[in-house]
């Protein structure tokens, strides 16, 4: 594969996050209704005004109190004394040859003088879709081997604002509101998977919230189907996704014994096979329309010999599934191959024997490290005089080529 140089691009967002008032962005209707009455709006206005916010942020799209030109201008001026509605920063943005974007975020710090962490969001094109992947945390508890988020320790969960925040940017940078002259019918965003950084289901409510607000059909009108949360096998979470949450199941399977999965997915030994799948099988809403992806990715003389694929077809018999071969995605310092292209068709050959349409998922962005299980923050947790002394060294040698850092 020939690889061209990322090209960064500078920051798209203009103005650093408001910090002053909370951010409106991720509050349920309830929660903006509540903060509408805090800062003293009447009780009779409160569903107007939240339907009329939910409107301008989700439909519309704005990023500031000034561009809803429908409400007075001293109401404006007053929402814009307590709270804002700022987008997540933008770091990097990078454009993969194959025309996958990937997004190196900053979210607000919580610890004044240090910069926030970063996360990143990665938007492919397909054909007739347009997949966005997000991330749910930053960094990840979990150790899975063959990942590079798994490398880095946890520093912590993304609120339903920053999961949000990652689509509003895609669709700032895709063009996407109203006006810009595309309609609902040729979305580019069509699809959102939670195989970002981090284990969604480690984040529950907040992972909950946000999509009841992205799915929501009077603003960003994403349906639940489209809508899928990879998980690495958190059982005792897998019922409430389905009651609770209701949008569709990934689960990283990768091995088909506990010995392999132990070894490539350590929460197996928590959750070992049996109960992952006896989850899978009583996953609430699941039929034929509503199948489990799993995800088995493809490591060298590790899970790829025929003898596995078979066995992975006798373990998913009877449940309503989707298989998805990955190729692995190597990273610096990994400790895996990726199977020979050969090896995985073969492999591929038993699973659509079994009946399943496998697609072997193409790896995207690899380029830009933009690919699954590539994805790494730079921020790992350090003590502000530590961040504090790094970002002044490359301060002082000019290297600090990421912009925005303020000493
Ligand atoms: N924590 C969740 C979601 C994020 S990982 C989970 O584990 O499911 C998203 C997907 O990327 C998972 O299927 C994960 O197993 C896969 N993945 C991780 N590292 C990878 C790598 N290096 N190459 C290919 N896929 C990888
Ligand atoms: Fe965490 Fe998923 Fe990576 Fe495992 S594969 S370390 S659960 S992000």
Known sequence: MTLDIPQTQPPVSASPPNLTGPNLIG??????GDALRGIGIPDKQIRMRVSQLWHFLYSKGHSSFDEMTTLSRDLRATLARHFSIDR????TEQKSSDGTRKWLIRLPSDRPGVPGPEVEAVY???????????????????????????????????????????????????????GSGRNNEDRLVTNIVFMGMGEPLYNFDNVRDAIEIISDGEGL??????????????????????????????????????????RLVPLNKKYPLKELLDACRNFPGLSNARRIT?????????????????????????IPAKINLIPFNPWPGSPYECSDWAQIEKFAD???????????RTPRGRDIMAACGQLKSE????????LFRERKA????????RGGVQL
Request: proline share 3%.
């Open 221 to 262: 009108s994403l349906s639940k189907r489209r809508i899928t949360l990879s998980t690495s096998g958190v059982v005792p979470m897998i019922e409430k996704t389905g009651t609770d949450i209701g949008c569709m199941l990934a689960i990283s399977l990768h091995g088909v014994t506990d010995e392999i999965r132990d």
């Open 27 to 32: 509050m349920t209707r309830e929660g903006l």
């Open 350 to 360: 038993v699973v659509n024997r079994a009946g399943y349409a496998s697609p072997v």
């Open 124 to 178: 492919i094109p397909e054909e007739n879709r347009g997949t966005l992947c997000v991330s749910s945390q930053v960094g990840c508890t979990l150790t899975c081997t063959f990942c590079h988020t798994g490398t880095q320790k946890l520093v912590r969960n993304l609120t339903p604002g920053e999961i949000i925040g990652q689509l509003l940017i895609a669709r700032d940078a895709l063009g996407e509101w109203p």
């Open 294 to 318: 799993f995800e088995y990715v493809m490591l060298k003389g590790v899970n790829d010999s025929l003898a596995d694929a078979k066995k992975l077809v006798q373990l998913l018999a009877g």
């Open 379 to 386: 921020t790992i947790k350090k003590s502000a005089g530590e």
């Open 88 to 91: 997540l920063e933008i770091v």
């Open 394 to 401: 490359n301060a002082a040698s000019n290297e600090d080529a």
